[in-house]
């Protein structure tokens, strides 16, 4: 009989009896299956109590679940609402751990039973938490269950960490990497495999970023999965960053690399963040423990290009644009320049100018410009002259660092030979003389302090000191640097990378004229220069081409012009091979002519406009309606055939038009006569009246070629016109002309 029955009473059986079921993990429900039976069969036990049948409900819909936190267990948020709510009588749990394994929830859940009266019932007894002894004894073992559950994790993870530190625990390893017979680590026998992740780590080496990685594999797929179930799919640069970031494909076994921390979000739940530490804070690193893909060395030389290129954190790294500067150019205020490209040629602009913090200082200037005057002094710095000068400097720097090495070794020597003495003393001291012991072993410990202070400003001081190259090879470098820089192999980004190995910044800075700019340079050596040079390029065609293009344009088309230009070896101002359209503005800045546009029989349009009578545009709407046949020369005028039948049809066509003027005359004007616009402005009125005028018979006019009014002014007749513009009687047409 379970003691406390005197408890149950009435009011708790009119309400539900609630059977709480959990276990921690999955295995434990598939493998534990008494541990779930007994739980099931609480219902039995809540019966026997005297609940009905009806008012008895399971929630099982924890198990596999751990009780550690209860942002994830459905179950119990649900049985924590229907106490709320005052529906349970009774909470059944086969011990109270099943509950909750935090003492926050099984607070919170024992203070909402104590106010709503419910119950709370394990194989050890019926608490009522109206009773402080109850209340008392159900804390404690809740503090019981949570310090158990702390010494299990103890266990569990010191006897991890300690196989981890031996090299011995297993962790599933990454795509390349499988486990052989005797548990030790080795290269995934599949070939395909191997190769796949070796050509990860050698497409990083050739393109420098993650994505070029991804770009290099688009066509191929990479495996996935383990050894034994293995699945292929496409690279992706989320997993391009996890394999390069990966110590194992270095031939290190590491464990403790993240960090699961627990976080209170907005709405009080709690969630398990996991986060990657540094690797000054992982537990266990031990190097050369199975063969890698890439050597350590190899390795930290990634992590640390890969954090070069990390955007977020300022990093510029070299991108495939033309501009050579990009990423270490300055503005004189103090701002990065940013890259900006129109119409194919690229501008280093200030930032400030995008924030609309401008300052008269903030620079604007074309990118072929600034690249070429760096790159002019980048050739500057590594003539054979400055070469020379180099190598002498590298000789008296190679004699500085030896005698600062040396300096460090001597203090090592002496730290090692203290520490040596006072370990000597320590030991030849008798243990039973404490009071002299303990000095000696605090001169000791002293002394080994030292010691490692000693050697690690030696390490220091050669870690900082990159090795100097042979005079020789240096020479033999800088002496292929021209000609590897103009290579066509060598890509923009190339171009970049080889100047960064020189250069450390460049600043753009006003040099007073407006027409030249001041660029500063800063070399990776610490000396800097000043370069001034002209703002803007003016861009010209090669004499020799021009001389050709005379030679060859009035006889042939701009196809012909183009091709026999680029055949000559010939490009345009700006480097590129000539096309129809840049042969045909050639031929116009240098005024050079095209092919006659008309042939034997053949009429320009305003060469038939003016033999039939008609206007230009008439012509042109004939050959638009295809009226008139029409080709159009080299210098894309329209060329009509006209033979003597083509003539007669627009004759007989002009006449038929009510559209055309009958009083067409093919005369040419006279040296007497005036347009409409020449006589209103020697009237200095407005045209409108002009043609009143010669409505009315004022005036009289001839239609000329073209239909074009023509006035002969005679002195009477400009006499009789400047009358009645005294006297008044012309309208608003009469004001003067703005003319």
Not at 77 to 83: C, F, T
Not at 245 to 252: D, I, L, Q
Not at 283 to 297: A, K, N, S
């Amino acid at each position: 009989m379970m003691g406390g029955e005197q408890k149950i009473t009435a009011s708790h059986l009119d309400r539900t009896a609630v059977i709480y079921l959990r276990q921690s993990t999955l295995i434990q429900v598939r493998e534990h299956g008494e541990s779930t039976a007994r739980q099931y069969g609480l219902a039995g036990e809540a019966a026997r109590l005297g609940w009905a049948a009806a008012r008895i409900e399971v929630i099982d819909c924890d198990l596999g679940l751990s009780g550690r936190t209860a942002t994830h267990r459905e179950g119990f948020r649900e049985l924590l609402g229907r106490v709320c709510a005052g529906e349970a009588g009774a909470i059944f749990g086969l011990e109270i751990s099943r509950l909750a394994r935090s003492s926050a929830d099984l607070s919170r859940l024992l203070e909402v039973a104590r106010l709503t009266d419910t119950l709370v019932i394990d194989a050890d007894g019926i608490y009522d938490l109206a009773d402080i002894n109850d209340r008392l004894l159900l804390g404690l073992k809740g503090q019981m269950s949570e310090a158990e559950l702390h010494l299990l994790h103890s266990r569990l993870d010191g006897a991890r960490l300690a196989a981890a530190e031996r090299g011995e625990l297993r962790l599933p390893l990454p795509a390349g990497y499988a486990y052989d017979a005797a548990g030790q680590v080795v290269k995934d026998p599949d070939e395909e495999v191997a190769a796949a992740v070796a050509d990860v780590f050698a497409a990083f080496t050739a393109s420098g970023s993650a994505f070029g990685v991804v770009a290099a594999f688009a066509a191929r797929r990479f495996p996935g999965g383990r050894a034994g179930e293995r699945s292929w799919g496409r690279l992706t640069y989320s997993r391009v960053l996890g394999l390069l970031h990966n110590p194992v494909y270095a031939g290190a076994y590491v464990f403790g690399r993240h960090r699961t921390r627990q976080q209170v979000d907005a709405g009080g739940g709690v969630h398990a963040r996991t986060r990657a530490v540094a690797r000054g804070q992982w537990h266990v690193l031990i190097r050369d423990h199975h063969e890698g893909y890439i050597t350590w060395d190899d390795y930290l030389a990634i992590e640390a290009k890969m954090a070069a290129s990390q955007t977020s954190g300022g990093a510029r790294p070299p991108r495939e644009g033309s501009a050579l500067c990009q990423g270490i150019i300055y503005c004189a205020c103090g701002r990065h320049m940013g890259v900006h490209y129109h119409e194919g040629r690229a501008y280093y602009t200030c930032r400030a100018r995008s924030d609309r913090q401008a300052t008269p200082d903030c620079q604007h200037a074309s990118a072929a410009t600034v690249d070429d005057a760096v790159t002019k002094a980048l050739f500057t710095a590594i003539a054979p002259e400055e070469l020379t000068l180099a190598i002498a400097a590298a000789g008296e720097v190679t004699i500085r660092r030896q005698r600062v090495t040396r300096a460090a070794e001597l203090a090592v020597e002496r730290a090692r030979y203290q520490a040596d003495r006072a370990e000597r003393a320590f030991l030849a001291c008798e243990p039973e003389n404490r009071l002299v012991a303990r000095t000696l072993e605090t001169r000791w410990e002293a002394g080994l302090c030292e010691l490692a202070d000693a050697e690690a400003a030696l390490a220091d001081q050669l870690a900082v000191q990159a090795p100097l190259p042979e005079p020789g090879q240096l020479a033999e470098t800088a002496a292929q640097l021209p000609g590897l820089w103009h290579a066509p192999t060598t890509s923009d980004k190339d171009r970049k990378r080889l100047l960064r190995a020189l250069l450390g910044d460049t600043t753009l800075m006003p040099a007073g004229d407006p027409a030249k700019l001041r660029i500063g340079l800063r070399w990776k050596t610490g000396a800097t220069e000043e370069l001034l040079t002209e703002r803007y390029r003016y861009f010209r065609t090669s004499p020799a081409a021009v001389d050709l293009a005379r030679q060859l344009g009035p006889s042939v088309n701009n196809t012909d012009l183009a091709a026999a230009l680029n055949t000559a070896g010939h490009r345009t101002a700006h480097g590129r091979p000539f096309d129809p359209d840049s042969a045909g503005n050639l031929r116009q800045y240098y005024k050079i002519s095209y092919p006659p546009a008309t042939r034997d029989g053949e009429l320009t349009i305003p060469q038939a406009a003016a033999r039939i009578g008609v206007s230009v545009q008439t012509i042109k709407y004939w050959i638009g309606r295809g009226y008139l046949t029409a080709r159009q020369g080299p210098s894309r005028q329209w060329a009509i055939p006209f033979p003597p039948d083509v003539e007669a049809a627009c004759r007989e066509r002009a006449a038929r038009s009510i559209h055309q003027h009958k009083d067409i005359t093919r005369q040419p004007p006279t040296d007497d006569e005036c347009s409409i616009t020449e006589t209103a402005g020697r009237l200095g009125i407005n045209p409108p009246r002009i043609y009143t005028w010669i409505k009315d018979g004022t005036l009289t006019a001839r239609r000329g070629p073209g239909a074009r009014l023509w006035i002969t002014l005679t002195p009477e007749t400009e006499a009789e016109c400047r009358k009645q513009i005294e006297a008044g009687t012309a309208t608003r047409s009469l004001k003067p002309s703005n003319a």
